[in-house]
């Protein structure tokens, strides 16, 4: 069975600045991120990703300010917009090689009144 071990861009926040840290580590072959500020950004993260020769996973949104929890109610973004965001990211990070997409599970706002287990 291989391992893999894996560094958190949460880290540096996604701060391009400071991606470079996430690529000097030993024994680090893989890194986990999402949220960048921008998509000049991400393709710089791209570009050291591949020259590290290293895989990665979207810790979903790819950028700020886009939906987060929105998938079953709307906290900053209608379900339906959310939904079609997390489907492209999806569709994306399929084309770009990404071993996965990480979302948190939306949450409620407050009690609701109907079977949420459903």
């Given at each position: 069975?291989?391992?893999t071990i894996?560094?958190?861009?949460?880290?540096?926040?996604?701060e391009?600045?400071?991606f470079?840290?996430l690529f000097?580590?030993e024994?680090?072959?893989h890194?986990?991120?999402g949220?960048?500020?921008?998509k000049?950004?991400?393709?710089?993260?791209?570009?050291q990703?591949?020259?590290?020769?290293?895989?990665?996973?979207?810790?979903?949104?790819?950028?700020?300010?886009?939906?987060?929890?929105d998938?079953?109610?709307?906290?900053?973004?209608?379900?339906?917009?959310?939904w079609e965001?997390?489907?492209?990211e999806?569709?994306?990070?399929?084309?770009?090689?990404?071993?996965?997409?990480?979302?948190?599970f939306p949450?409620?706002?407050?009690?609701k009144?109907?079977?949420t287990?459903?």
């Amino acid at each position: 069975m291989s391992h893999t071990i894996g560094l958190s861009g949460s880290i540096i926040l996604s701060e391009p600045k400071k991606f470079p840290l996430l690529f000097n580590k030993e024994n680090i072959n893989h890194i986990e991120i999402g949220e960048f500020p921008s998509k000049k950004a991400f393709d710089y993260f791209l570009e050291q990703l591949n020259e590290a020769n290293l895989s990665f996973g979207l810790h979903s949104p790819l950028y700020r300010n886009e939906s987060k929890y929105d998938l079953l109610e709307k906290v900053q973004f209608d379900p339906e917009q959310a939904w079609e965001q997390f489907e492209a990211e999806v569709k994306y990070m399929s084309e770009l090689g990404a071993a996965y997409i990480l979302m948190h599970f939306p949450y409620f706002k407050e009690e609701k009144a109907i079977d949420t287990k459903k």
